[in-house]
């Protein structure tokens, strides 16, 4: 073996010794890569990435940690320059991260359910001002510390628990006395409006701290409790009925009195009042009366709610009202005829006055029913009985006299209808007398228009027929002198008669006749004697279509 051969062994053998170091390595890194470095995150996990930097501090790449509150920079391409927790974190999958270099953590996705919503808190960035506690932008866009004004429904959220901390909300009720303020996760049901109360100024819409006018429709919303609250409201027409406790029979059947008025139970039910003559005096009211969606704001504002209206407006303001109005009158005034209907209406306007001033809308303000004391109300009802039947005897006087007047008119228009009927006949008699004289008139004028008409026919035929034989008679002459002008001119034109007539005959020859000239001089009778005969025979045959014309 010579020195050459020796040399390429031991080359051989190094390359060989390299690849295998290169095979180990690789290996080792793959296997290190898919044991050490590999993480999985499962579906509906993300991984929260904080990056420590080299293992030693005095390897190369040594850097500073990012300041407190704050996450790791990164530059272009992604990678930290800085120690700390990452913004960014990676979804469901493989992923591969020496956790030499990187802190690992998987974070559950917050998932809000419907029904529910979410208040984030920002817990990095700069302190708010002065007075403000609500956060403006969204999740990983916000630029203060606290409670983010946003908030989220339903669905699934990959939040940085380093930077926010989602709370979940279902509907929430605060209730402060007899108010009920929602917040949350707010339903409004057909029927309803929501008014909206701000705890903070809006520098987005520019709304206003405080009860807002404009109400929100039938509908879902996410509210955020730390910047509103929801007062639903009832919208629409509801009754309220002040009435008398009346007497009941063992069937629960309504006790009247013999002059068919209800009898009431106690005298303290209903509106009680004294009339000004001293007599106590109950009443039923019913009030239709309403809150529109306008006016929603305005009586949260002022009473708090719906229930509180009626019990702070309506019922105190229809018992005050009947009570002054009804005790400015007597008994009697509040029993019969027109005082009790300008009761009744100077109530319903007094009490719709008020309600227009509290905001409320009313529809209807009826007074009922009055119940007068029956010590009183017998007599008044006699007398006014009484009072009825005379002005009924003197209705049936007048009645009477009124059915005599009645008879007496039927007759005299029975009179004058014979008269007018008389009359009218004997016109209609002049009339039609008058009507035949004017049709002979007509037919003696008609008839002499008639014959004058036909004698002026005769004569115009007459002259028609002597016109008519003159123009025959001047026709034929015209003619005659024509045919004789016509001949004259034209032998005048050949320059003689003579001419003329061999024109004539000449015109009537066929168009087809064959003319031969025969010489007949002396001495010529022997020489054409040869077709002569055929000669004479086409002559003679000429001659014969010319007497025929053809």
Not at 23 to 38: A, D, H, K, P
Not at 358 to 363: A, E, I, R
Request: glycine share 8%; aromatic share 8%.
């Amino acid at each position: 073996m010579n020195d050459n051969t020796i040399k390429q062994k031991i080359s051989m053998a190094k390359i060989a010794m390299v690849v295998l170091v290169l095979f180990l390595v690789g290996s080792g890194y793959q296997i290190f890569e898919w044991t050490v470095n590999r993480i999985y995150v499962p579906v509906g996990y993300s991984m929260q990435l904080r990056y420590k930097g080299p293992p030693l501090p005095f390897l190369p790449g040594a850097m500073s940690s990012a300041e407190p509150g704050s996450f790791a920079k990164v530059n272009e391409k992604g990678s930290p320059v800085e120690v700390g927790i990452l913004k960014e974190m990676v979804g469901p999958g493989r992923h591969f991260y020496n956790p030499f270099w990187w802190e690992r953590e998987l974070v559950s996705d917050i998932v809000i359910n419907p029904g529910e919503v979410a208040v984030a808190t920002s817990k990095l960035g700069k302190s708010l001002p002065k007075g403000k506690f609500l956060v403006e932008g969204d999740l990983g866009k916000t630029e203060f510390k606290g409670i983010v004004r946003k908030v989220f429904g339903p669905g699934r959220y990959r939040v940085n628990p380093y930077a926010y901390n989602l709370k979940t909300v279902q509907t929430q009720i605060d209730q402060s006395g007899t108010q009920k303020k929602h917040s949350g996760w707010v339903e409004i049901e057909t029927g309803y409006v929501g008014v909206v109360t701000n705890l903070a100024n809006n520098p987005m819409t520019e709304a206003k701290k405080g009860i807002q006018q404009q109400v929100l429709p039938p509908g879902i919303y996410p509210i955020n409790p730390r910047e509103q609250q929801v007062d639903i409201v009832e919208i629409g027409y509801r009754e309220k009925s002040i009435t008398a406790n009346l007497q009941k029979d063992a069937r629960n059947e309504i006790v009247f009195d013999k002059s068919g008025e209800p009898m009431i139970a106690d005298d303290e039910s209903g509106i009680t009042f004294p009339s000004n003559d001293g007599f106590n005096i109950q009443m039923d009211f019913t009030a239709i009366w309403g809150i529109m969606p306008d006016q929603a704001p305005t009586i949260i504002s002022k009473f708090g709610n719906v229930d509180a209206v009626e019990s702070k407006v309506v019922i105190p303001q229809i018992e005050s009202i009947c009570r002054n109005q009804g005790s400015r009158l007597g008994a009697k005034e509040l029993l019969v005829g027109e005082s009790r209907q300008l009761f009744q209406e100077q109530t319903s306007l007094e009490f719709q006055k008020v309600l227009d001033e509290k905001d409320v809308t009313l529809l209807y303000g009826l007074v009922r029913h009055i119940y007068i004391p029956q010590s009183i109300r017998l007599p008044i009802q006699d007398s006014s009985l009484a009072d009825e039947k005379k002005l009924t005897l003197e209705q049936q006087q007048i009645t009477t006299k009124t059915e005599g007047d009645l008879v007496k008119a039927k007759q005299e228009v029975e009179l004058e209808g014979d008269r007018v009927k008389a009359e009218t006949e004997k016109l209609f008699e002049e009339a039609l007398a008058e009507g035949d004289k004017t049709v002979a008139e007509t037919e003696a004028e008609t008839q002499k228009l008639v014959a004058a008409i036909d004698r002026q026919i005769a004569e115009i035929e007459a002259e028609a027929t002597v016109l008519l034989g003159e123009a025959e008679a001047t026709s034929k002459q015209l003619l005659e002198e024509a045919k004789a002008d016509k001949f004259s001119l034209a032998v005048d034109a050949f320059g003689s008669g003579a001419a003329y007539n061999q024109w004539v005959f000449a015109t009537g020859l066929p168009i087809d006749i064959d003319l031969q000239t025969i010489y007949a001089g002396e001495g010529t009778f022997w020489t054409d004697l040869k077709g002569i005969t055929e000669t004479l025979l086409g002559k003679q045959v000429n001659e014969s279509r010319t007497k025929t014309g053809r």
